[in-house]
C-alpha cells in the first residue's frame, strides 16, 4: 500500500517532518497545504513536492488518505474531527485539543469513522522512557509506588526565542494566547509517566504560582484564560495505588527539558539535569545509564542506545530525528498504523489520559488544591 499524507501547516515544527514523510517507504505522496502562499510556494520548492493546496478544506476534498495537522494549537481539535469526518486517518501535533468536549468529539469521530488518530506526543520516545518502559515491563522496579514527572520550559531559556516562536503563531494575539495555564501543556510531563506503566490518574489536587514577571503574559485580565499561573504543581492517584506529582514550569531558572523519577519497590530512577541513573537498595547498586540514555552522533543520528532503530525504515538513515529521537519513531508508527489499520501507541484514547488530567489539575490549582477527580474515556478498543 502506498499512502498520500497531506501535511497541513509548513512552519518551524514540520520542517522535521516533511521530510521522514516523504522518504517513508509506505507513502507514495505528500502533499503541501498552508495559508501562506509564499511559505507554502517555498517549502514545495525546498522538498521537491509537486502538489501543493491553500487550505485544510482543499486538501481535505483531494485523494490523500491521511492528514498531518502541524498547526496552531487552539486549532487541532477542530480540525482533527473535520478531518475524521471527512474520511481522512490524522497525526496532530500536541496537544490533541483544549477542552474534554472536544477530546470526546474526536473520539466520537474515530468512532463514527473508522478511521486513525494518533497524536503526536513525543516524551512517549524519548530513551529514559523507552528503557524505564522494557525494566518495568521485565519486573526490573518490582511495584511503581510514586513518579515524579517535569517539564521545564522558562520564556527566556537561552537554546531557543521561545517568545519569537508564539509570537510568529499569534500574531496580534500574542498577550491573549500565550498565557495559557501549564498544566493546560502537561502531556510531555504525563505522558512519561503514563507511558512507562500503563496506568492513568484518578484523582488530583494542585497549586499554582502566581506570576510576577512584568512581561504581562500570565495577567489573568489579558490572557483568554483568566489565567495568572505561571508554574503549576499537582499530586495525583494512579489507578495502580501509586502517587504521581507533575510540575509544569513556565518561570524557572533552569535551561529546559522533560526529567522524570520512579521510584519502585525494588529499584527506582532518577533523571534530573545531573544524569540519569538506576538506583538498588545498597550504595553499590546504583548505576549510571547515560551511556545507553544519551543521544548520539551515527547513521540514526538522534538516536540512543536504548533506541530501536532496526524497526526504522532504512530510508531514514542520516535523516533529521529532533526531541531526542522522537520523530522517526512517530513518523513510522503512524504509517504503519494507517497501513494496517491496528491503534497506534498514542492513540485518541491514550491522548486523552496525557491531557485530562492536566485540565483538571488547573482547576484544582484555580480552587486552592481542591481535590478533584480525573475523567477517564477508557482504553482504545482491540483490534
Request: aromatic share 8%.
Amino acid at each position: 500500500m502506498s499512502l498520500k499524507i497531506g501535511m497541513v501547516g509548513t512552519g518551524q515544527m514540520a520542517q522535521g517532518f516533511i521530510p521522514l514523510f516523504k522518504a517513508h517507504p509506505l507513502v507514495g505522496e505528500v502533499v503541501l497545504c498552508d495559508l501562506d502562499a509564499a511559505k507554502l510556494r517555498a517549502n514545495a520548492e525546498k522538498f521537491g513536492i509537486t502538489r501543493t493546496c491553500p487550505s485544510l478544506d482543499d486538501i481535505l476534498g483531494m485523494d490523500v488518505d491521511a492528514v498531518v495537522l502541524i498547526t496552531q494549537h487552539w486549532l487541532h481539535g477542530p480540525q482533527a474531527v473535520k478531518s475524521l469526518r471527512a474520511g481522512k486517518h490524522v497525526y496532530s501535533a500536541v496537544p490533541c485539543a483544549e477542552t474534554i468536549p472536544e477530546i470526546q468529539e474526536i473520539i466520537r469521530a474515530v468512532q463514527q469513522t473508522g478511521r486513525l488518530y494518533m497524536m503526536g506526543e513525543t516524551s512517549y520516545y524519548y530513551p529514559h522512557v523507552v528503557w524505564c518502559r522494557e525494566q518495568y515491563r521485565r519486573g526490573t522496579f518490582g511495584d511503581i509506588t510514586f513518579a515524579d514527572a517535569s517539564y521545564h520550559h522558562d520564556w527566556d531559556i537561552k537554546s531557543i526565542d521561545s517568545r519569537g516562536i508564539i509570537r510568529a503563531r499569534t500574531g496580534d494575539k500574542f498577550l491573549e494566547i500565550a498565557g495559557s495555564p501549564p498544566m493546560h501543556y502537561a502531556t510531555h510531563s504525563i505522558s512519561q509517566v503514563v507511558g512507562v506503566t500503563g496506568a492513568h490518574m484518578t484523582k488530583v489536587s494542585a497549586l499554582g504560582w502566581r506570576d510576577r514577571h512584568p512581561d504581562g503574559i500570565y495577567d489573568p485580565a489579558v490572557n483568554k484564560y483568566r489565567n495568572a499561573f505561571s508554574n503549576e504543581t499537582a499530586l495525583f492517584a494512579m489507578s495502580d495505588g501509586a502517587c504521581a506529582r507533575v510540575n509544569e514550569f513556565r518561570r524557572v531558572g533552569h535551561p529546559g527539558g522533560e526529567f522524570m523519577t520512579l521510584c519502585g519497590t525494588e529499584a527506582s530512577f532518577e533523571y534530573t539535569q545531573a544524569g540519569r541513573v538506576i538506583i538498588g537498595k545498597g550504595f553499590e547498586d546504583t548505576k549510571r545509564l547515560d551511556d545507553i540514555l544519551t543521544i548520539r552522533p551515527g547513521v540514526y543520528g538522534g538516536t540512543a542506545a536504548a533506541h530501536d532503530v532496526a524497526r526504522l525504515p532504512k530510508e531514514f538513515a542520516g535523516m533529521p530525528n529532533n526531541h531526542w529521537g522522537s520523530h522517526q519513531f512517530l513518523v513510522d508508527d503512524f504509517v504503519q498504523a494507517c497501513v494496517t489499520g491496528e491503534q497506534p501507541p498514542n492513540n485518541i484514547w491514550q491522548a486523552a489520559r496525557y491531557m485530562i488530567p492536566g485540565l483538571i489539575a488547573h482547576d484544582s490549582a484555580e480552587q486552592g488544591g481542591v481535590q478533584l477527580a480525573v475523567p477517564d474515556l477508557g482504553d482504545a478498543p482491540k483490534a
